[in-house]
């Protein structure tokens, strides 16, 4: 019903920039909840940031001033900018998307940080 494909991770240097990119095949309305999740290794999956509803933004406390969420309707893509990383950011970022009460993930990419 719904796919989802995360693209735009890699190797960076401290400092630098990402722009992570999630395709979306299917309808999501711009009232669902749908963003970024990362998941550090050996760890659970946490929210980074997501719409939660019209325009309104959900931060999680490590992405707040760093992390914008984007997203263009008429491309059905979603957007991570990720500015200043650093190498705690280490991390499979995933998007995720509610729909009806179904939750639907992609299958995450992976962003790496050098020290």
């Known amino acids: 019903q719904v796919q989802l494909v995360e693209s735009g991770g890699g190797l960076v240097q401290p400092g630098g920039s990402l722009r992570l990119s999630c395709a979306v095949t299917g309808t999501i309305s711009s009232l669902d909840v749908v963003g970024w999740y990362r998941q550090l290794p050996g760890a659970r999956r946490e929210l980074a940031v997501a719409f939660t509803g019209g325009d309104d933004i959900a931060y999680a406390d490590f992405a707040k001033g760093r992390f914008t969420i984007s997203r263009d309707k008429a491309k059905n893509t979603l957007y991570l900018q990720m500015v200043n990383l650093k190498p705690v950011d280490t991390a499979a970022y995933f998007c995720?998307?509610?729909?009806?009460?179904?939750?639907?993930w992609g299958q995450g990419t992976q962003v790496t940080v050098s020290s």
């Open positions: 995720g998307a509610n729909v009806g009460g179904v939750t639907y």
